[in-house]
């Protein structure tokens, strides 16, 4: 298997209103997001790429107009916009462009990183 990734970078502000009043995430404020995909395939096209990193200059279009220096609870419209559920508002944008995405990972701080990954176990 083959795995390719690439980051990108965004800052926005959010507010997690729906933590205890005393929590520091429920008052307003930013991150200085990273974002970053990762892809699979099993074979390289006829390049030798599983994709060509240009073609993903559509996920940084998109995160620069939806995402950058955005209130993000308006973006994704609702109060529980966590890294996790960012990671998987990415994820849904961008499967269905490129069939080989396999996660979107999301950080807001340097130690801190979610990821979605869709449970592709059968049964």
């Known amino acids: 298997m083959y795995t390719i990734s690439k980051q990108f970078h965004f800052s926005a502000s959010h507010q997690l209103s729906n933590l205890p009043a005393e929590h520091p995430c429920a008052r307003l404020h930013g991150h200085n997001y990273i974002v970053e995909i990762e892809l ?3 074979t390289l096209d006829a390049y030798g790429f599983v994709r060509d990193y240009n073609d993903l200059d559509a996920l940084k279009a998109f995160i620069d107009n939806t995402l950058d220096h955005r209130h993000l609870n308006d973006v994704l419209g609702h109060e529980n916009t966590t890294a996790e559920n960012l990671a998987k508002f990415i994820y849904d944008w961008a499967k269905p462009k490129w069939s080989e995405v396999t996660a979107v990972r ?10 979605y990954q869709p449970d592709t176990r059968s049964g």
């Open 106 to 115: 999301v950080s807001e701080t340097p130690k801190t990183w979610a990821c």
């Open 40 to 42: 699979q395939s099993a």
